[in-house]
Nanobody
Framework: VQLQASGGGLVQAGGSLRLSCAASGNGFEISDMAWYRQAPGKQRELVAIISFSGRTTYANSAKGRFTISRDNAKDMVYLQMNSLKPDDTAVYYC?????????WGQGTQLTVSS
């Protein structure tokens, strides 16, 4: 399994951005997918999860602003981020969880300027 995250960049506070993650390999449709982020000097934290059945869960910091979605036909997962804040600045990682296995992408940098 390989995960390729993209879509990061520099955006002003209040702006929007969509991250994408392309998965290769088998089993996407039976895997839970998630976005994590890691800010400088901080631990990696969960942002949002979408289960194989489409159920979504969000961190409190993401609720009401971020939307995770998936396209099983394309083996893609997305994170739509609105009303961005400087505190959202971090490297965002795509994660696939299936059974006892976890797979990680390389991360994409988001910087939100004030």
């Amino acid at each position: 399994v390989q995960l390729q995250a993209s879509g990061g960049g520099l955006v002003q506070a209040g702006g929007s951005l969509r991250l994408s993650c392309a998965a290769s390999g088998n089993g996407f449709e039976i895997s839970d997918m998630a976005w994590y982020r890691q800010a400088p000097g901080k631990q990696r934290e969960l942002v949002a999860i979408i289960s194989f059945s489409g159920r979504t869960t969000y961190a409190n910091s993401a609720k009401g602003r971020f939307t995770i979605s998936r396209d099983n036909a394309k083996d893609m997962v997305y994170l739509q981020m609105n009303s961005l804040k400087p505190d959202d600045t971090a490297v965002y990682y795509c994660n696939m969880h299936r059974g006892l296995a976890d797979y990680w992408g390389q991360g994409t940098q988001l910087t939100v300027s004030s």
